[in-house]
């Protein structure tokens, strides 16, 4: 059973307007939450994280937003560069009493120049 | 190196063959998981070490995965008899202890034929 679900596969935006990013989870203990980055043939990388007493962080172009009481999360990149074309994967956790972070299935994101 | 390094990067294995993938985390990092993300899907947990401690191999799926960490650095994941259901990118990442993020290498991809 996915406890963390992306529902939307891909996303294709415009160079310079927002990229909305959605995420949504199930089990109501997660309190620890990170966007991660990918390229083909590589790794993730980390991009941006929250925790459950916030409810939104900011980094540069990267904004998250939590919900909790909608178990939404979501990522806005603004302005979109080509150079965020990628495939973005939420993640969850139980800060301290657990140590598996539970993926989505991710979205693939295209900039168009 | 500064960054988590996984060999080899690719590993074609006839079905029955037993393989080794092997994970150099950040020097430092006392936390070690490996994730397998099958085409298509978000990393999925196998393992979880604490120095030399494996903690938590809820994610295994079968006997015939097994990993170790015998001196609290490199990890080496061993799947015995391959199947083709275990094709996949098997991911490593580390964490230093009581932080968030995971640092991910970039992945050994698995081909059982």
């Known amino acids: 059973d996915q406890q963390v679900k992306q529902n939307s596969p891909s996303l294709s935006v415009q160079e310079g307007r927002i990229s909305i990013l959605n995420c949504d989870y199930t089990n109501s203990m997660f309190d620890y939450f990170l966007w991660y980055k990918k390229y083909p043939a590589e790794g993730p990388t980390f991009l941006i994280s929250?925790?459950?007493i916030k409810d939104k962080n900011e980094d540069g172009r990267f904004t998250v937003f939590l919900n909790k009481s909608a178990k939404h999360l979501s990522l806005h990149i603004v302005p979109s560069q080509p150079g965020d074309s990628a495939v973005y994967f939420c993640a969850a956790s139980e800060w301290g009493t657990g140590n598996q972070f539970y993926f989505g299935t991710g979205t693939s994101l295209t900039v168009i120049p | 190196g500064a960054g988590v390094s996984q060999s080899p990067r690719y590993k074609v294995a006839k079905r029955g063959q037993d393989v080794a993938l092997r994970c150099d985390p950040i020097?430092?990092?006392?936390?070690l998981f490996w994730y397998q993300q099958a085409l298509g899907q978000g990393p999925e947990f196998l393992t979880y070490f604490q120095n030399e401690a494996q903690l938590d191999k809820s994610g295994l799926p079968s006997d015939r995965f097994f990993a170790e960490r015998p001196e609290g650095s490199v990890s080496t994941l061993k799947i015995q008899r391959t199947q083709q259901e275990d094709s996949a990118v098997y991911l490593c990442?580390?964490?230093?202890?009581?932080?968030?993020?995971?640092?991910f290498g970039e992945g050994s991809r698995l081909t059982v034929l």
């Open positions: 929250i925790s459950s």
């Open positions: 990442a580390s964490r230093a202890l009581n932080t968030g993020e995971l640092f």
């Open positions: 020097s430092g990092h006392v936390s």
